[in-house]
Structure formats: C-alpha cells, structure tokens
C-alpha cells in the first residue's frame, strides 16, 4: 500500500488509511439500529421503496414491548429499526443535536438514477440532486424525516479499497488548494494505486432537483 503524501490542511490531523493504533481495531459496519415508528410504515418505505428485504423480525432484547427489525441493504450489512404500533410515523425533517444522525446513505447504480428519481416521485417523495465530487447523490427523505442520500459512484473502486482510495483523492485535494475532492482528485488516486480509472456514466435526472424537500 503506497503512502498517501504529508500535505498541509486545514487541521493538523493527519488523514490516512492506515490503521490507527487504537485498543479496539473494529473489521466493518455490522449493523445500525435507529428508533422507527411503526412496523407497517417502516417495511413499506425501506422495503418496499428503497428495496431492501427483511430479513430478521424480532422482539427489542431489552424491550420485549417493541419489535425489532432487520433489513439488508444489499451488501451484507444490516439497517435495524425498534419499532411499536402506537408510534405514528412523522415526515416533517428532523432537527439533529449531538449524538443524532444526520443522514443515512446508500449505494445506487448510478445508470438507473433517473429512475430511481421518478420511482421517488410516482411514490410521493420529493428529492434534491448533487454532484459530490467523489460521487453523485439523490437526498430525500423517509416517511419519519430522517434524510436518506441515494450516493452513485463516479468511478468503479474495489470495496475493500474505497477508504484508500478517497484518503488519496484527499491529499491530491489539499495539494491542488481545493476545497472539496473533484473528478481529477480520484482520477489521481486511482492512478497512483495501479486502479483502473473506469469511469460510470451517471445520467442526470430529466428534472434534477425539481421534487424539491
């Protein structure tokens, strides 16, 4: 694994790959777990909508009153919500403090954004649209508020290699004076790990942003 270049930033710690010498060293994202509202809202929208199946349905372990859902997001790892039938579920956006989630994202294959944006609209879900530098993003949000970012990657990265690549595409961001990672950046980083450079034709959607949070 190259070494990703020591660059001046705007803080003095360091952004690497490299593993931390820390007293636990986690291996991945197992699970997420968020509070839901009821059952029947939260399969419709995470299944039915975003299309991940259920896959575990059970009793909260610490709360026998609540049930505790499993959904897999496509890659093996897992999104769980405690919900109970008495919650109702609330769409207005979420006010985040501390501690609380901003936004959860998922991977989208970036040749069917288009439609998967009018699947959001024909569903009553309005959406936002982004070029993110390092990726192209759809925000909309879920039937509790809670903003969901529908991420497409612009270039084709071995999973296990995701973090590499975006610390490089970093320290060639910091040495070019930009103030966030372009296409260039990744390009570079790609290049300088003997990655392929294949880039993924994103199409914009035909009315990019017009639902609108």
């Known amino acids: 694994m190259a070494d990703v270049p020591t660059q001046a930033d705007e803080s003095d710690i360091p952004v690497t790959d490299e593993n931390p010498d820390s007293p636990v060293g986690v291996t991945g994202v197992d699970h997420i777990t968020l509070i839901g509202s009821n059952e029947a809202d939260t399969v419709e929208y995470y ?3 975003l299309g991940m199946p259920l896959v575990l349905r059970q009793p909260n372990l610490d709360n ?3 049930t505790h859902l499993f959904f897999d997001a496509g890659d093996g790892r897992i999104i769980t919500f405690f919900v109970t039938d008495d ?3 609330d769409n207005r956006p979420q006010r985040v403090g501390m501690g609380g989630v901003h936004h959860l994202a998922f991977s989208v294959d970036g040749e069917r954004l288009p ?3 009018q699947g959001l609209e024909d569903h009553g879900y309005g959406y936002n649209e982004f070029d993110r530098g390092a990726f192209h993003s759809l925000y909309t949000r879920d039937h509790n508020g809670l903003t969901i970012e ?3 990657d612009k270039f084709a990265i071995p999973d296990d290699r995701r ?9 060639h961001r910091v040495d070019s004076g930009a103030e966030y990672v372009k296409d260039e950046h990744m390009r570079a980083a790609l290049e300088e790990l003997d990655i392929p450079v294949e880039e993924i034709e994103i199409p914009s959607t035909a009315a990019s942003g017009s639902g609108g949070l």
């Open 163 to 171: 973090g590499e690549v975006l610390a490089h595409a970093q320290a």
């Open 64 to 66: 026998p009153d609540a």
């Open 115 to 117: 439609e998967i944006a």
């Open 47 to 49: 299944r039915d909508i």
């Open 87 to 89: 919650r109702d579920s």
């Open 150 to 152: 529908l991420a497409a």
